[in-house]
T-cell receptor, first 112, second 110 residues
């Protein structure tokens, strides 16, 4: 049973516009969430994280929003750039274990 | 600054053969992980080690064994490879707030 779900396998966005990637989770014990970016033939790289005590975290063009009641988080990229084209994974862990469970990924394509 | 190093990068095995994937990190992290990535399935946790000498099953541990011999190294062993284990394998090590991944091992079992 998938505990972390990314229901959109792919997303295309025009350069300069906002990209919104979504992630849902089922385990109410998850209290720490991360987003990773992955280019082909490379390992995933960390992008941004959020603790369950917050509902928003911002880092430059990247903002993560957490809605605990809906068990939903989203990653906003503004403005989107062609170099942002990659697969994005959300991940979650529970109770300070740092045992990260990942979603299935969303392939973002930013069109120039 | 190597980070997380995985060997080998590519491997082809015949069904029934065994092999060990090696992983080493130089960041003094306590936690280490093995994931596999398959199309449409994302990254799935195989095994996890919270500290030297401890290991814990992840989401898909069947068919695999692991060894955390010291703080730096965490190996993944396939005792009898099956075509279903064809995948890209990633090792990672973790600080408190994020995990750092290696470049991956592309394994094909024929």
């Amino acid at each position: 049973d998938q505990q972390v779900k990314q229901n959109s396998p792919s997303l295309s966005v025009q350069e300069g516009r906002i990209s919104i990637l979504n992630c849902d989770y089922t385990n109410s014990m998850f209290d720490y969430f991360l987003w990773y970016k992955k280019y082909p033939a490379e390992g995933p790289t960390f992008l941004i994280s959020i603790s369950s005590i917050k509902d928003k975290n911002e880092d430059g063009r990247f903002t993560v929003f957490l809605n605990k009641s809906a068990k939903h988080l989203s990653l906003h990229i503004v403005p989107s750039q062609p170099g942002d084209s990659a697969v994005y994974f959300c991940a979650a862990s529970a109770g300070g274990t740092y045992k990260y469970i990942f979603g299935t990924g969303t392939r973002l394509k930013v069109l120039a | 600054n190597a980070g997380v190093t995985q060997t080998p990068k590519f491997q082809v095995l015949k069904t029934g053969q065994s092999m060990t994937l090696q992983c080493a990190q130089d960041m003094n992290h306590n936690s280490m992980y093995w994931y596999r990535q398959d199309p449409g399935m994302g990254l799935r946790l195989i095994y996890y080690s919270a500290s030297e000498g401890t290991t814990d099953k992840g989401e898909v541990p069947n068919g695999y064994n692991v060894s955390r011999l010291n703080k730096r190294e965490f190996s993944l062993r396939l005792e009898s490879a099956a075509p279903s284990q064809t995948s890209v394998y990633f090792c990672a090590s973790g600080a408190d707030t994020e995990a750092f991944f290696g470049q991956g091992t592309r394994l094909t079992v024929v």
